[in-house]
């Protein structure tokens, strides 16, 4: 056994440990422990738990290897998924806490109908489903990397660890574990990026020291075949529009994911939901900030370690990554001249994005111990959404569909949460086959996800909330054709489980499909609204009622 993989085995044992620990100390026996952790999160803890619900595997292991190749047009994830968790904040969060329901069908059930109860049970699942794929490939490779098993074992046994804990504790256990790989994942983020930027620059702070280097790497990434880092609108093809289409997706995605939204449900009052979201949005920004250096130096270490070698002199980290699969050298090739992520590229060294960041202490010469916990970081990230992901899926289709729809509402609380743990089952069978063979990085992947919820959620809960004139028959068209748009668009520009693909149109990329589909959403449900009935006076005035506070009485909470 190496000494990374010794490193590698004691961080992730010890830290499994505790996540398991917390999860049968955290062991639940009724529907609202299951759901919302009985309501009774401290507003600090939720923060935590909402910025680890919050950067998955995307956001510690894909983003930073997608801003290294992408450059500045790299920023979309970063403008995208912080601004999509302001609106979030200060447009829908409170307001679905004081609502008090358990899940996001079940506010949008009450505040418009059945019918749409059922499709954003529907949308919930497919949301949270296709997110969930990107977690599990994440933890795939982290796994086949580090412990030496190849993809798929790494996936199944990825899936099998976040089964577990996810089925157990309910939301109590996942609210509680999340708190600790917060703790876990920012420290394996940020200790490698701190040593790296020492190394470089002379100064610890990689969240300033990356703008020294950015000239030399610029001039590198030519040299490679590369557009430069920070040339503006050259690492997408379809230029400025689709960057503006994929920001907006994900501002809007994000505002609507159901498994961040259900998390502002779990605190005691809407004071502390608010106050949550601070916290939150301050934990999130310890990572995002440092994204951007993490994914230079890294580029900048790699460019620079395969400059001018011969095969035979290539890092070691190239030959121990390329047992996975996901760095290549081309056959033939003498000396590296040219690099890409691209595989179809034909570049003579091949660097897959979702390895860069789990590889950067590698690459960056750091000792075995900080590579063993960047690894046991990588897993606290996807095992942290994934969980979160899987609870919507199980309340969807336990809460929403069965107790709500099916049974109206004579179900026991045990029948509840068998079928709820029976979703969670099924979902995660069928996510470790889509994890195996995903259809894009892990990043895209999840972009994905938030495309689907931009074109779904976003439009009918923010119509729902600010919008008294919104009615059930205009949400349900509007969710339906938005769903359809997207998810076709999708389906025609993406080589997906044996379908083929197609060129984007007018340059929009299926990442950016999900703004437009919003827009579809909006006008279809406002059009549809206006042409039908209007809703009941009952629910116009409960449309009111949340968004004005209630007169407060002496010495009670709000």
Not at 230 to 257: C, K, N
Not at 320 to 349: E, K, P, Y
Not at 406 to 426: D, H, N, P, T, W
Request: charged share 10%.
């Amino acid at each position: 056994m190496s000494d990374i993989q010794f490193w590698t085995f004691f961080f992730i044992i010890l830290t499994f440990g505790i996540y398991i620990f917390i999860a049968w100390r955290s062991r639940v026996k009724d529907t609202k422990e299951f759901y919302v952790a009985s309501q009774g999160v401290p507003t600090i803890a939720n923060g935590a738990a909402v910025a680890a619900d919050w950067m998955s595997a995307a956001s510690f292991i894909g983003m930073a290897g997608l801003i290294a190749f992408l450059g500045s047009d790299g920023s979309v994830y970063l403008m995208g998924w912080t601004g999509g968790y302001v609106l979030l904040a200060l447009l829908l969060a409170p307001y679905l806490r004081k609502w008090g329901k358990f899940t996001v069908p079940e506010f949008v059930g009450d505040r418009y109908s059945e019918s749409v109860r059922i499709v954003a049970a529907v949308a919930a699942i497919v949301v949270s489903f296709t997110y969930v794929v990107g977690q599990m490939n994440g933890g795939g490779i982290v796994f086949s990397r580090f412990l030496g098993l190849n993809l798929t074992w790494g996936v199944v046994v990825a899936a099998a660890i976040i089964f577990f804990y996810a089925v157990l504790g309910g939301m109590k256990g996942i609210t509680y574990t999340q708190v600790a790989q917060y703790s876990v994942l920012i420290t394996a983020y940020l200790i490698p990026a701190v040593a790296v930027a020492q190394q470089t620059t002379g100064i610890p702070v990689p969240q300033i020291s990356y703008g020294r280097i950015l000239a030399e790497l610029d001039a590198l990434s030519v040299e490679f075949g590369l557009h430069e880092f920070t040339e503006a609108f050259a690492g997408r093809d379809g230029g400025q529009i689709d960057v503006f289409l994929v920001t907006a997706s994900l501002m809007l995605g994000t505002a609507g994911l159901p498994h961040v939204i259900i998390r502002f449900y779990t605190t005691k009052t809407v004071r502390g939901a608010r106050y949550s979201a601070f916290w939150a949005l301050f934990f999130i920004s310890l990572l995002y900030l440092t994204a951007p250096a993490v994914g230079a130096f890294t580029k900048l270490n790699l460019l620079q370690g395969v400059r001018g070698a011969t095969v035979d002199q290539l890092p070691a980290w190239i030959e121990t990554w390329g047992a996975t699969g996901l760095v290549t050298v081309a056959d033939g090739v003498n000396t590296i001249q040219s690099v890409s992520n691209d595989a179809a590229s034909g570049a003579d060294l091949i660097v897959n994005n979702d390895i860069l960041v789990l590889a950067s202490p590698e690459i960056g010469g750091l000792p075995a111990p900080i590579i063993g916990l960047m690894a046991a970081g990588g897993m606290a990230a996807a095992m942290s959404t994934a969980a979160g992901l899987l609870l919507v899926i199980s309340s969807a289709a336990s809460h929403d569909l069965y107790f709500r729809v099916i049974k109206k509402e004579g179900a026991s609380e045990g029948q509840q949460m068998l079928v709820g743990r029976v979703a969670m089952a099924a979902a995660i069978v069928i996510a470790i086959f889509a994890g195996i063979n995903p259809p894009a990085f892990v990043a895209q992947v999840v972009a994905f996800a938030f495309g689907l919820a931009a074109s779904t959620f976003f439009p009918i809960l923010l119509l729902g909330i600010f919008w008294k004139r919104a009615n059930g028959v205009g949400a349900t068209a509007g969710m339906l054709t938005g769903l359809i748009f997207t998810s076709t668009y999708m389906i025609y520009t993406l080589e997906v489980f044996g379908t083929g693909s197609n060129d984007h149109i007018l340059g929009v990329s299926p990442e950016g499909i999900g703004a437009i589909g919003a827009l579809v959403n909006f006008t279809v449900t406002i059009v549809v609204s206006k042409l039908t009935a209007p809703p009941s006076h009952e629910v116009q005035e409960m449309v009111e009622s949340i968004r004005y506070p209630q007169q407060r009485k002496v010495g009670a909470d709000v």
